[in-house]
């Protein structure tokens, strides 16, 4: 076998590239949303005991096994039981499947930074400057490439000359940008028509008060299962990547500190993501304004930017800076850890198999951004949605796939190669795994049951 010539220069760069894969659209436009949808601080409680219990078990499996065998999805499973590689080839096909959409993700993002660099943010607070822009047949084609083209570029220089050096600038300064724009928010207030004073600190109190009006044991398990799927997505388990980082850590780096660091730098921009936008929408449209998904990113922030007055292009540019940086360190993890396999797989260098795979992603990204205007199709997903090209992607990577992947390979670790697998990892720079008890309880018992529920409800199956 290949030895290994890409390595994270230590605990910091791993550190970062993690969160940055870890830091995506999904704590931007999903978790907000949720959490303004799924009574406030009643989410986030829930949220943050599945980070620390179901979350944590997740993403130390893929981060324990990467360093462990020192391979991607594929080999990773082969070397830990090789009738078990097709749970390889599964997880490698998640990665390969979000590829198709994310730089397009990436590409309106880059626009619309673009949007507001050039002044124009009246013109995007239009009603239907989205819809417009994304059904047109050029303009999300060419930021898609655009976008495409730099992830690509990063994953070519290397692992640590690529990916590691960019997300040690990019990190920190989205984690001062979310910091300020969250407070700049908790200062707004607005009186509208009626004279009725609406600040940011209520908005806030809005997204922080647990509300259990109307709490019924159907809509706890709707906001569990909620917060449980946005926890899979958010810190990029179950889709190989955490494999791929993990395989190019260093032996003597404590991964115990590490987990947590990429746990608490997750979470953290995702809380942050909810105190700059929720107060914000708060105060300018009310509890009703927020959107999930796009629709919340490229609609109801635009108009909220744009009744910010002259504010509202400054704070529309550092917005969406943010956003480029969070959707590009995500993006890159997404195709290195796809290049990581076929490396492997093929025996091909990392230069080769970079520029391949990105004359592919080009010409499928292009289709996928012309999924609204010239390959516009409608298709009705088994959870009731109606989708287009991109969203049929999504659904079946997110949706059917990663919690499918997630339930086997708890299984494969809790029952076939069992928890030590992992847990001599854990322990093998000397440190102490302080939540040894806490991880085989969970990955035998607790998080099997959990993401067979999670594979039946995304599928539509059950509720
Ligand atoms: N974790 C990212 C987020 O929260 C999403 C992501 C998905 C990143 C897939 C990489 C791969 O948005």
């Not at 230590?10 to 970062?16: E, I, Y």
């Not at 960019?166 to 407070?183: D, N, Q």
């Not at 955490?242 to 953290?268: C, H, R, W």
Request: glycine residues 8%; aromatic residues 14%; proline residues 3%.
């Amino acid at each position: 076998m290949e030895k290994k010539s890409n390595h994270f220069s230590g605990q910091l760069g791993f550190v970062l590239a993690a969160a940055g894969s870890a830091v995506g659209v999904g704590n931007l436009w999903r978790f907000p949303y949720l959490a303004a949808k799924d009574g406030g601080g009643l989410f986030l409680i829930i949220y943050l005991i599945l980070v620390l219990t179901f979350g944590f078990t997740l993403l130390t499996s893929d981060i324990a096994i990467g360093r462990r065998t020192q391979k991607s999805a594929i080999g990773a499973y082969t070397q830990m039981r090789p009738k078990w590689k097709f749970l390889g080839i599964l997880t490698f096909l998640v990665p390969v499947l979000i590829m198709t959409y994310y730089a397009v993700i990436g590409g309106w993002i880059t626009k619309y930074a673009v949007v507001y660099v050039t002044g124009q943010a009246q013109a995007a607070a239009a009603d239907d400057y989205f819809t417009s822009f994304i059904s047109s047949s050029t303009s999300p084609v060419i930021f898609a490439l655009l976008f495409m083209g730099v992830t690509a570029f990063i994953v070519y220089n290397g692992v640590e000359k690529g990916i590691e050096k960019v997300s040690k600038w990019m990190m920190p300064i989205l984690l001062v940008l979310v910091v300020v724009i969250a407070v700049y928010s908790l200062t707004l207030s607005y009186t509208d028509a009626s004279g009725q004073v609406h600040t940011g600190w209520q908005g806030f109190l809005y997204y922080l008060k647990p509300d259990f009006k109307g709490l019924t044991v159907q809509r706890f398990l709707q906001i569990l299962l909620d917060a449980m799927s946005q926890l899979f997505f958010s810190l990029s388990v179950s889709m190989g990547i955490m494999i791929t980082y993990g395989s190019y850590v260093k032996p003597e780096v404590n991964l115990n500190k590490a987990i947590n660091q990429i746990e608490i730098f997750d979470t953290g921009v995702a809380f942050l993501a909810g105190a700059m936008i929720i107060p914000a929408v708060y105060v300018f449209s009310g509890t009703e304004g927020m959107g999930a998904g796009p629709s919340l990113m490229f609609i109801s922030l635009p108009k909220v930017f744009s009744a910010m007055g002259k504010a509202g292009t400054f704070v529309g540019i550092l917005f969406f800076v943010t956003a480029i940086f969070a959707t590009l360190s995500s993006c890159i993890s997404v195709l290195e850890s796809i290049t990581a396999n076929c490396m492997e797989i093929f025996h091909t260098g990392r230069k080769k198999t970079v520029l391949v795979l990105s004359a592919i992603y080009l010409a499928v990204s292009a289709v996928i951004a012309l999924g609204y205007s010239i390959f516009y199709v409608e298709v009705k997903l088994p959870n009731g949605s109606v989708g287009q090209l991109l969203d049929i992607m999504d659904y079946i990577s997110n949706s059917v796939m990663m919690p499918f992947i997630a339930l086997l390979s708890t299984i494969l670790i809790g029952w076939i190669v069992t928890p030590y697998y992992v847990i001599d990892e854990m322990e093998r720079s000397g440190d102490k795994f302080r939540r040894k008890k806490l991880y085989r309880v969970m990955i035998r018992f607790v998080a099997p049951v959990m993401m067979f529920i999670l594979f039946l409800q995304s599928t539509g199956i059950l509720f």
